[in-house]
């Protein structure tokens, strides 16, 4: 990863260069480049999300197949359309006036910080199961603050 908490500008910037690029090319070699031959960038994007979001899907039954506990599927896919219609809307209103002057204007972690912002009405959908599963069990000794609220 490429500091994507840091140094992100744009929500494109953040999925489509920084955060985990080995995934991110597999699903740009798996599936935008091949949807992109027959339809728009727009669907391309928007189907290598769904993808992604049905690769955790699969991933997920894995992670939990032994646990008692069980997540309900959907919700990452969920999460996953939602960061799809996020760069969607980037898109669409990037070119805007305010959009160029914030690009223009805000620092860096500031931008960095408004990206991570546009996951957090649906990042529940995606470390909802993780906490409920225990995942973060081990980690609370050296990260105390992860821990499940009651």
């Known amino acids: 990863m490429d500091n994507p908490f840091l140094e992100s500008s744009s929500p494109s910037d953040f999925w489509g260069r920084r ?20 339809c728009s960038k727009n ?5 290598t999300f769904v993808g992604s979001g049905l690769l955790h899907e699969y991933v997920w039954s894995f992670y939990f197949w032994r646990d008692t506990y069980r997540p309900q599927h959907g919700k990452l896919l ?3 359309l939602w960061t799809g219609v996020v760069m969607l809307t980037e898109h669409f209103v990037g070119g805007w ?3 160029s002057w ?11 910080a408004l990206v991570f912002l ?3 009405p649906m990042a529940h959908l995606f470390t ?19 821990v499940k609220m009651k």
Not at 19 to 38: A, C, E, H
Not at 102 to 112: D, L
Not at 128 to 145: A, S, W
Request: charged letters at 20%; aromatic letters at 14%; hydrophobic letters at 45%.
């Open 43 to 47: 669907v391309a994007s928007l189907a």
């Open 97 to 99: 006036r305010i959009c």
């Open 118 to 120: 546009t996951a957090l």
């Open 78 to 80: 969920l999460f996953f």
């Open 19 to 38: 955060w985990n690029k080995i995934v991110q090319s597999l699903l740009k070699k798996g599936i935008y480049k091949p949807v992109r031959q027959n």
């Open 102 to 112: 914030m690009k223009r204007t805000f620092p860096v972690p500031v931008k960095s």
């Open 128 to 146: 909802g199961d993780l906490i409920e599963g225990g995942f973060f069990y081990d980690f609370q000794v050296g990260l105390p603050l992860i």
